[in-house]
């Protein structure tokens, strides 16, 4: 019986990359997105035109209530979620003294309440079923704090703490759970960076290159193959070097 993977924020990026990924190793697929239909239409289009299993379903992940609707239609239509990829999230780039209310609140709806409801939506099933793999996608700000970023660095750091006590929690029911945190990586949440701020990136990377999102999601899809049976409130951080 295949397993089924919900990654939440998929339309594009990481998310998508992770899509494909787990596609090509038997997995059905639920590309969860919030505003970007066509994206996640395209995506899953692409994915089923190759042969695999995929599906994709709306939900604003902050809100509790289109979550758990969510996961009643993975339900019925696949028995469960067996992974789950927390990584739908929202960035900004504003000085401190700028960040309103709204702007904080909005960064921890999504980035960590996220992460919060989807988990309490899937974690029935698999306590049920003694078995499942939750890895949830932190920064490389979640651990050494950006610039200009403080409420994204913030959430990102929380997920890095909510990762960690829930791996603790959950591991006597036979559930991994972990976290990625990559380092600068060429997808559309950084599309605000220059070019001249990437090149000089790349320059202070180790391996001399930014990452792109197929790094990242063959790291998620370790994390939740049985090669990590054994591996549990970790985090991962792909970032070729620039942070060690």
Known sequence: MKKTVLITGASRGIGA???????KEGYNVVVNYNKSREKAEK??????????????IQAD???GLQVNAMVDKINSRFGGVDVLVNNAAVAQIKLFSDITSDDWDNIFNVNVKGMFNCTKAVLPY???????KIVNISSIWGITGAS???HYSA?????IGLTKALAKELGPSGIQVNCVAPGVVNTDMNAELSKEDIEQI???TPLGVIGNASDIANTVCFLASDKADFITGQVISPNG???I
């Open 61 to 63: 992940v902050s809100d």
């Open 43 to 56: 995506l899953v289009s692409e994915l089923t035109n190759q042969g695999f299993s995929a599906a994709c």
């Open 148 to 150: 200009c970023e403080v």
């Open 241 to 243: 070097g620039l942070v």
């Open 155 to 159: 959430s990102k750091a929380a997920v």
């Open 126 to 132: 698999m306590i049920h079923q003694k078995h499942g």
């Open 17 to 23: 990359a992770t899509a494909y990924c787990f596609a």
């Open 202 to 204: 790349a320059d202070e």
